[in-house]
């Protein structure tokens, strides 16, 4: 098929984008961002549980405006749209630092979408009705090889039953179900199990990041029903849901970045040192300067990335990992620089730069940092 | 949206294909160099005027100047054009200044004889153009320019030196900035077409590049005489003038005013090839992780050039008109120059290889590239001003000066 020189982007796509960017500034300003999530630093980061610090009513009202189903085909009561129009969707996401399991949710989605089979369908129906979902694939050691998996699917009978340990579950605690990895006699199966299941536990991390949660969740011979094995054999949906899963973190960096960019800029233009508006002076000018065209470059990439999945191209993985690598590099220097530029504020607690630039650190390294992705490429240029 | 073409501009999109598919010419004798800036031969400069004269008989240079001034007539045909020649891979065009600089100066400051003198000759590749701005003491901050002008009844007489005038020992003629008044630094300036070629008090002196090879010169003025007819608007009016031709500069810089020659893609399939076939070890460059890294990574910044030239016309994915359009100048040059530094580092001990040296890897193209991408980095606005220019214009950040 060939690609639209628009990425696909029309006027459906801008709609969205332009009205999800309208309610995410008008209902989740920075300032009530902060107040959410960054009210209190030691509420944040020395209760024995870290708050959830997201606005239930808030993912109500995005649930209902659709932005989780957008991906999910017309025939599992979604919307079925493209690619691209998530990416928008994350795009602005990100540019909010929206603390809720939309991303999450996504990519879930993206990874039933591919595993074609009834239990995928039963569960992106769940998704359409409202549900949030996390992928649990990643093991202790933090690898983002879909092969890797701590947790076992053993089969006796007819029953199956998952034992063991997923690592860096996003989200955790804002789900009810989890799309599980699980090693099983044919290979990697992925299942479905309810955050709530018997044999379920969920054991929150303690993360920098305050607008998400993460969990190690533990499996403990937890029965899993026919109508939940979304595949026994489901490495190849891993597979082909990656293109899609890093684009969706790539576009949430793009959104951010962009945040942390103008944010530098106004704080450049409105404080004044040596007489002059520190903007003048080209040790703060150019380098914010370049974090724009490191931020353009990967935006480009991003959608171009969404349009190749969208088209069905072979090649959807490597622009997706130069999507993720160049998004993941323009966001560590716009992290840098926009604590750096704003003096001693930035270092501070008080100024909203932290939010962002915390995660942005973990979007970074989410499925593999700027130098994971090219090793990656590497084997395929 | 993407700028769809009309039904006209999908038949000449298929007229130049066609064209250019059965009228490619065979390469000269010897390689041309990449950029119309850096012929040095007459038999390149002969080569590649009757290659544009060809272009031009076709109707693919200058499809959007009015007829009565040698061109088309035509509306949205240039960039089609420009974009079929660089796909197919021709040879570029060799007046690059005429084409991108002079020629739009003159269609909108030129008097009506202005235009229908210049700009059909200039077309048709039959006169060269060159450009005299810059001066030793007057680069990045262009409005210094110090030649004079001195009114005389109706001719003015100029003295002072023009430096790194890149084409001048060809052409015949030179877009000129000179100052009729030390009065005011802006206003005291007047622009100029003036004849260079075999014109009394006119020296075009060739100045040797960091290549070794010749490139650019230094015309100097000594009391030359020019008709007031070859002055371009009004007197005092120079810097306007000066920045309408600076802002054709910028894409001409980026290849769209002059057609084909070598590309970001080219630059980088030559580096994996590069890394592929240089022994490392018991394996290969590309086997080595940290230079697989960087060549990675400026293969990705390449395919980010080209989404975002993409982008840039996908009206719901740009944020402030000038933003992408203003990068190109200074993403596409770094680019060329840190690719051609990875090729060298690639090659290694070998990239002391020159251009003469039968071992060299791909006869020296790397260190040749190398040294010559910084003409780029440096010629219309540097980097550092280009810089200057999108955190001013587009981020709104205090002029820097
Ligand atoms: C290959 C090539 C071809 C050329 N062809 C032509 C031609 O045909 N006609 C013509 O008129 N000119 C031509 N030029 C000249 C070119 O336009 C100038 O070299 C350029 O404008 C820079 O001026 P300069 O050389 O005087 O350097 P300078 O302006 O002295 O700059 C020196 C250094 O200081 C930096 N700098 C200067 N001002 C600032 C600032 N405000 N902020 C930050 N950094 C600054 C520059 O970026 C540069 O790194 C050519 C140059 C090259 C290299």
């Not at chain 1, 060939?2 to 332009?18: A, C, I, N, T, Y």
């Not at chain 2, 590309?263 to 086997?287: Q, S, Y």
Request: charged content about 25%.
């Amino acid at each position: 098929m060939s690609q639209p020189k628009d990425f696909g982007f029309g006027e459906d796509e801008k709609l969205l984008r332009d009205s999800a960017r309208k309610f995410l500034s008008d209902t989740l300003p920075v300032d009530k961002l902060r107040k959410l999530v960054a009210g209190d630093h030691v509420e944040a980061y020395e209760s024995a549980v870290q708050p959830l610090g997201y606005d239930e009513n808030l993912w109500k009202q995005i649930v209902e405006l659709g932005w989780t189903t957008l991906a999910i085909p017309e025939e599992a009561g979604g919307a079925g749209m493209k690619v691209v129009a998530v990416a928008a969707i994350a795009e602005e996401a990100g540019r909010a630092a929206l603390p809720s399991p939309l991303i999450p949710t996504l990519i879930a989605t993206a990874v039933l979408c591919e595993a074609k089979s009834a239990a995928a369908s039963s569960a992106l129906g769940r998704i359409a009705a409202g549900e949030a979902a996390s992928i649990a694939i990643t093991n202790a050691q933090g690898s983002w090889e879909p092969t890797d998996t701590d947790v076992v699917a053993s089969q006796s009978g007819n029953e199956t039953t998952l034992s063991g340990t997923a690592s860096f579950v996003q989200d955790a605690r804002k789900v009810s179900f989890f799309v599980v990895s699980a090693k099983n006699s044919s290979g990697i199966g992925l299942y479905v199990v309810d955050a709530d299941a018997p044999g379920v536990t969920i054991r929150p991390d303690q993360i920098v990041d305050l607008t998400r949660d993460q969990a190690r969740v533990e499996f403990k011979d937890v029965v899993i029903a026919a109508d939940k094995v979304v595949a026994t054999d489901g490495l190849e949906a891993l597979r082909r849901a990656t293109p899609s899963m890093l684009v969706i973190v790539a576009a949430d960096l793009c959104g951010a970045a962009e945040w942390q960019l103008q944010t530098t800029a106004e704080y450049a233009k409105v404080r004044t040192q040596f007489d002059h508006p520190l903007g003048f002076f080209q040790a703060v000018k150019h380098p914010i300067v370049n974090a724009m065209i490191d931020i353009d470059r990967a935006k480009s990439l991003t959608y171009a990335a969404a349009c190749e999945i969208d088209s069905e191209q072979a090649t959807a993985e490597v622009a997706a990992r130069m999507a993720k690598s160049a998004a993941s590099d323009a966001a560590a220097f716009i992290c840098s620089r926009s604590v750096q530029l704003h003096g001693g504020i930035g270092f501070t607690w008080e100024c909203d730069v932290h939010i962002y630039f915390k995660r942005q650190k973990h979007n970074q390294m989410l499925y593999g940092d700027g130098i994971y992705q090219r090793s990656k490429l590497g084997e395929m240029l | 949206m993407a700028r769809k073409d009309t039904p006209e501009q999908a038949e000449f999109r298929e007229h130049c294909r066609r064209w250019l598919g059965e009228n490619r010419p065979a390469p000269p004798a010897v390689r041309l160099p990449e950029m119309a800036i850096e012929v040095s031969t007459e038999d390149h400069m002969g080569y590649l005027s009757d290659w544009q004269n060809k272009c031009w008989e076709a109707g693919l240079v200058g499809s959007d100047y009015p007829k009565e001034y040698g061109g088309g007539g035509n509306h949205g045909f240039l960039r089609i054009a420009n974009q079929e020649m660089s796909k197919a891979g021709t040879p570029f065009l060799i007046n690059v200044i005429g084409l991108g600089m002079a020629a739009p100066t003159i269609l909108h400051h030129g008097t009506e004889e202005q235009k229908r003198l210049y700009l059909k000759p200039l077309l048709a590749a039959e006169e060269i153009w060159c450009q005299g701005f810059s001066e030793p003491g007057a680069g990045s901050d262009l409005a210094s320019a110090q030649t004079s002008a001195v009114r005389d009844g109706d001719n003015w007489i100029i003295n002072g030196h023009k430096v790194w005038t890149s084409l001048a020992t060809f052409s015949k003629w030179m877009i000129l900035l000179a100052r009729h008044s030390n009065d005011h630094k802006y206003n005291g300036l007047t622009y100029f077409v003036a004849p260079i070629a075999d014109t009394p008090g006119v020296t075009v002196r060739p100045l040797i590049k960091i290549t070794g090879g010749t490139g650019f010169n230094e015309v100097l003025f000594e009391d030359v005489v020019i008709s007031d007819n070859m002055r371009l608007d009004e007197i005092g009016k120079g810097w306007t003038v000066a920045m309408t031709t600076l802002t054709h500069e910028r894409g001409a810089a980026e290849g769209a005013g002059s057609g084909g020659g070598a590309g970001v893609e080219e630059r980088i399939e030559g580096l994996v090839a590069l890394a592929k076939k240089t022994p490392r070890g018991n394996g290969t460059a590309w086997d080595d992780p940290v230079l697989r890294d960087r060549i990675i990574q400026v293969a990705i910044r390449a395919n980010g050039l080209r989404q975002t030239m993409r982008r840039g016309r996908v009206e719901g994915l740009i944020d402030h008109p000038m933003r992408l359009p203003l990068q190109g100048k200074v993403v596409m040059t770094e680019l060329m120059q840190d690719a051609a530094a990875i090729g060298m580092e690639i090659a290694g001990a070998a990239s002391s290889l020159y251009i003469r040296d039968e071992n060299a890897p791909d006869q020296g193209d790397w260190p040749l590239g190398y040294m010559n991408s910084y003409g780029m980095t440096i010629a219309a606005g540097t980097s550092e001003v280009q810089r200057n220019i999108l955190g001013e214009r587009v981020l709104g950040l205090a002029k820097s000066k």
